[in-house]
């Protein structure tokens, strides 16, 4: 059981915008940053956004980040089947004073 | 560019200790706090310990609290893990991970992983 929900599966079709959501706390979400990871299939992660939604050089402008209150989201837009990957949300907890991820969401592009 | 490579990993008993290092070149090693992060087969991720660019500040994931132990040597741009007691539920791919400052801005960059089997 993940300290932040997300759903554990999405799905969309080429061209389409797709929403990631994750559900946090007062002492996660609400009062830290939010970052969003990127998995691909038999790789290490990578970020793709910090700061609730700032993007690293480097990652289209497709992927976007937003946050209200205890929750955030992960839009993707323009879908392409490169995006079929893992993805996972992640904060500072206050509370548990260490870092908690969410149990990440798979996303598949019909 | 900032890399990671992480070592140390391979199969061993329940009960049985093990130390992982980390690697880290193109960046100032000694700036960043620095992270562990395990993800067991078929799983997701799971943040396992974290410190701070001076090795002062160490924070730990309940489920390793009192068996591992995080420590870096900045003279060797290098980050460690202790793992005592191994159970089999420690069973993943361990990836280290740069911090994107001390230890609480969330990480920006990430090894490949060293695989640790815990199995009698």
């Known amino acids: 059981q993940s300290v932040l929900t997300q759903p554990p599966s999405a799905s969309g079709t080429p061209g389409q915008r797709v929403t990631i959501s994750c559900s946090g706390s007062?002492?996660?979400?609400?009062?830290?940053?939010v970052n969003w990871y990127q998995q691909l299939p038999g790789t290490a992660p990578k970020r793709l956004i910090y700061?609730?939604?700032q993007r690293p050089s480097g990652v289209p402008d497709r992927f976007s980040g937003s946050k209200s209150g205890t929750s955030a989201s992960l839009a993707i837009s323009g879908l392409q089947s490169d995006d079929e990957s893992d993805y996972y949300c992640?904060?500072?907890?206050?509370?548990?004073?260490?870092?908690?991820f969410g149990g990440g969401t798979k996303l598949t592009v019909l | 560019q900032v890399q990671l490579v992480e070592s140390g990993g391979g199969v061993v008993q329940p009960g049985r200790s093990l130390r992982l290092s980390c690697a880290a070149s193109?960046?100032?090693?000694?700036?960043?706090?620095m992270h562990w992060v395990r993800q067991a087969p078929g799983k997701g991720l799971e943040w396992v310990a974290v410190?701070?660019?001076?090795?002062?500040?160490?924070y730990y994931a309940d489920s390793v609290k009192g068996r591992f132990t995080i420590s870096r040597d900045n003279s060797k741009n290098t980050l460690y893990l202790q793992m005592n007691s191994l159970r089999t539920e420690d069973t993943a791919v361990y990836y280290c991970?740069?911090?994107?400052?001390?230890?609480?801005?969330?990480?920006?960059?990430w090894g490949q992983g060293t695989l640790v089997t815990v199995s009698s």
């Open positions: 991970a740069k911090d994107r400052y001390s230890y609480g801005q969330g990480i920006d960059y």
């Open positions: 193109g960046f100032t090693f000694s700036s960043y706090g």
């Open positions: 410190i701070s660019y001076e090795g002062s500040n160490q």
């Open positions: 700061s609730n939604n």
């Open positions: 007062s002492s996660n979400i609400g009062s830290n940053t």
């Open positions: 992640a904060a500072w907890d206050d509370s548990l004073n260490g870092w908690v």
